[in-house]
């Protein structure tokens, strides 16, 4: 189910848990005092794919961004409010993947984890690389709740006390580190942090 999907069932009561969910969000579906948050279960790193011949050519070259539908493109709201980028919704990261293949836009905003799930799944789709010049962050995911805080109490306790694991899992499935990934990109691309995309 799309993220903000999540929280209109949530606050309906069709559902228990949201993830993912982070405080910092803007939720204007439901804001309450009483929503529990977990500590966070995984960083996810939000990035910009472009093809792999347009990666370094900056922000004014990105004028249509696709972004999959329930996902906000936060760290593109300026380039959108002033016009300078239109955005292209769809409905899933492999749609996405092949419209930016066929050069239907220029970049997509998308987790890049995810992103390799779907080119691992997908080898032919395409090749793109997360362009570390154009805008991406990092975002804690955690689970979210109105109805049961006492279980978020200890689902944390878990999570304080059984850290080893969870990175195990974490390495089994491939899922790097945020700053381990970002050093490896920039090595890979020869970039230096003077040149990493930073919000003004």
Do not use: C
Request: net charge positive.
């Amino acid at each position: 189910m799309p993220v903000k999907r999540l929280q209109i069932e949530l606050k309906k009561g069709n559902v228990d848990f949201v993830f993912p969910d982070n405080p910092r969000w803007n939720d204007h579906i439901i804001y309450s005092v009483d929503k529990a948050y977990s500590l966070p279960l995984v960083d996810t790193f939000a990035v910009t794919l472009v093809k792999p011949e347009n990666k370094g050519k900056g922000i004014s070259f990105v004028s249509n961004l696709i972004i999959p539908d329930g996902f906000t493109p936060a760290k593109w709201k300026k380039q959108i409010s002033e016009n300078t980028v239109n955005v292209i919704g769809v409905n899933s990261v492999y749609e996405g993947l092949s419209l930016l293949n066929k050069e239907k836009a220029n970049a997509m905003d998308i987790e890049y984890n995810v992103a390799q799930r779907i080119l691992r799944r997908y080898p032919n789709i395409g090749e793109f690389t997360a362009d570390l010049t154009l805008p991406y962050n990092t975002v804690s995911f955690s689970v979210s709740t109105l109805k049961h805080p006492d279980i978020i109490h200890e689902l944390n306790a878990f999570l304080n006390s059984n850290s080893k694991t969870i990175d195990e899992i974490k390495n089994k499935y491939g899922i790097e580190e945020t700053k381990q990934l970002t050093l490896r990109l920039m090595k890979q691309q020869g970039l230096t942090k003077n040149v990493l995309w930073s919000a003004l």
